[in-house]
């Protein structure tokens, strides 16, 4: 089955600068890649996701980026702000030719924003 | 929040106690899922459902069992609870075999004592 690599699995970055999550995936077939916030006592939140089809993806502040020969995709931040402090999770879609297909998470990254 | 809702949000329960979570939608989602979380393990994949009555496993289905009677209600039963089964267990939906994307439910967070 896929697998999901994450790291760092903290970060900590001065307020104003960037932050980079990189992901690798295991399975070949898998063609997309989401990213998920989740704050304290929530549910994960999708920021913004990556078909295989696409090399990058940018919605204001944040970024993905996607390498599918190299099997792995990063999530990039910039202008880092208080709020953007939780844990981030990438994912990949376990393709198996129907439509219900899960997500495989990577273990997760917990991002401080230090003011 | 995609018009999900769990429940309960919390429960302590005993081993060997049979346990159900509850999750409700209200935009008629074709597809719904459950994921544990789990210190160091991300989310993982239980079951999910494609369609009244059409559930299959994910990858740590063993202990547990699903049920769809009707479109918006997916049931996640732990007919016997052990203390590995403490957890925050999340719903999701997704809305068509056309989409990919996966909204999740604010989660239910169950102790085994």
């Known amino acids: 089955g896929e697998n999901v690599e994450q790291h760092p699995s903290t970060l900590s970055v001065q307020e104003g600068d960037s932050a980079v999550i990189k992901c690798t995936y295991s399975?070949?077939?898998?063609?997309?890649f989401p990213w998920y916030k989740q704050e304290l006592g929530k549910g994960p939140q999708l920021i913004i996701d990556?078909?295989?089809?696409?090399g990058e993806k940018k919605d204001q502040r944040i970024a993905v980026t996607l390498n599918k020969t190299a099997k792995h995709f990063s999530l990039h931040i910039t202008e880092t702000q208080p709020e953007d402090s939780a844990v981030y999770f990438c994912?990949?879609?376990?393709?198996?030719?129907?439509?219900?297909?899960?997500?495989?998470f990577g273990k997760g990254t917990h991002l401080i924003i230090q003011p | 929040d995609a018009g999900i809702t769990q429940s309960p949000r919390h429960k302590v329960t005993e081993t060997g106690t049979p346990v159900t979570l509850r999750c409700h939608q209200t935009?008629?989602?074709?597809?719904m899922y459950w994921y544990r979380q789990d210190p160091g393990h991300g989310l993982r994949l239980i079951h999910y459902?494609?369609?009244?009555?059409?559930?299959d496993k994910g990858e740590v289905s063993d202990g547990y069992s699903v049920s769809r009677s009707k479109t918006e209600d997916f049931l996640l039963t732990l007919e016997s609870a052990t203390s590995s089964q403490t957890s925050v267990y999340f719903c999701?939906?997704?809305?068509?075999?056309?989409?990919?994307?996966?909204?999740f439910g604010p989660g239910t967070r169950l102790l085994v004592l």
């Open positions: 994912a990949a879609r376990m393709y198996s030719g129907g439509g219900a297909d899960g997500l495989t």
């Open positions: 459902s494609y369609g009244v009555k059409d559930t």
């Open positions: 990556i078909r295989s089809n696409v």
């Open positions: 935009e008629n989602h074709r597809y």
């Open positions: 999701a939906i997704k809305q068509g075999t056309a989409s990919e994307t996966q909204y």
């Open positions: 399975d070949s077939a898998s063609n997309y």
